[in-house]
């Protein structure tokens, strides 16, 4: 079968057309696969579920159980997998057989992504990186481990992603930009060639930011912001709601000419 992007150093040998360099993959081409990946989820939120429903149509991947903390496991199973404790879960499923992918939100800027990846590691995991088979990836685009990027994500040549870094739907990232660790992108940003977004940011629906751009870590871009200059770190940018008319919807459409 054919793959898009994969990085999993237990397949390396039959990953032809993927370069392994320390912590990064370079993605060179389509890969053939003849096995799943067995693989447990961490997380069992709103971001699990719409992670997973993408990879249970993935025929690269095999989920076989979810986890999160101990205090959150609430229940015996997750989208009709077994969820076990984090605290436990190389009693039933060890590192040397499974890989973890990470499904957590971006709390506390991306800070509690961070200690999980940190946790998972720590527990001699491999924490791998999904790449939808539907997102554009441009051959040679570094990428880390522990990252998510999902479909129609449109990453040009030359970017460099750091670990544990979110794309989500419909995001674009220019050629030559830098995405540092631990960060996030909503649906629809826009990161202009060149530019450097540096660690645990998070850029909401729609944002742009510029070419040749540098935002400082920890900064928070809200949804709809424009970044035309460099923005140190901590910095935060919230666009304005569009104003709403005195008018409700029923007086708008007896004035205007739509049908």
Same mark, same amino acid.
């Given at each position: 079968m054919d793959a898009k992007c994969l990085y999993n150093k237990g397949v390396t040998a039959e990953v032809s057309n993927y370069s392994v360099i320390t912590k990064f993959i370079f993605y060179t081409g389509t890969v053939n696969m003849s096995h799943k990946i067995s693989i447990v989820i961490f997380g069992t939120g709103?971001?699990?579920?719409?992670?997973?429903?993408?990879?249970?149509?993935? !025929?690269?991947? !095999?989920i076989v159980a979810f986890t999160c903390d101990a205090k959150y496991c609430n229940q015996a199973e997750?989208?009709?997998?077994?969820?076990?404790?984090f605290e436990k879960i190389e009693e039933t499923y060890s590192s040397e057989s499974y890989k973890l992918l990470m499904a957590v939100g971006y709390h506390d800027l991306n800070n509690l992504r961070h200690t999980i990846f940190q946790a998972a590691i720590a527990k001699g995991y491999e924490v791998i990186s999904y790449i939808s088979?539907?997102?554009?990836?441009?051959?040679?685009?570094?990428?880390?481990?522990?990252?998510?990027?999902?479909? !129609?994500?449109?990453?040009?040549p030359g970017v460099v992603i750091g670990d544990n870094v979110v794309v989500w739907n419909n995001a674009v990232i220019g050629h030559h930009a830098t995405i540092s660790e631990d960060c996030w992108l909503a649906s629809g940003v826009t990161i202009g060639g060149s530019s450097k977004i540096m660690r645990?940011?998070?850029?909401?629906?729609?944002?742009t930011v510029g070419h040749e751009i540098e935002v400082g870590e920890r900064s928070f871009i809200g949804a709809c912001?424009?970044?035309?200059?460099?923005?140190?770190?901590?910095?935060?940018?919230?666009?304005r709601e569009t104003e709403s008319l005195r008018l409700n919807s029923d007086q708008f459409l007896k004035i205007s000419n739509m049908p």
């Open positions: 709103k971001v699990s579920d719409v992670i997973a429903t993408y990879i249970e149509s993935d !025929d690269r991947y !095999d997750f989208r009709g997998k077994p969820l076990i404790p088979p539907m997102a554009n990836v441009a051959p040679g685009t570094t990428i880390g481990h522990g990252c998510v990027i999902l479909i !129609d994500a449109d990453i040009q645990s940011c998070f850029l909401g629906l729609n944002s912001a424009l970044v035309l200059k460099n923005k140190k770190p901590g910095s935060v940018l919230i666009e």
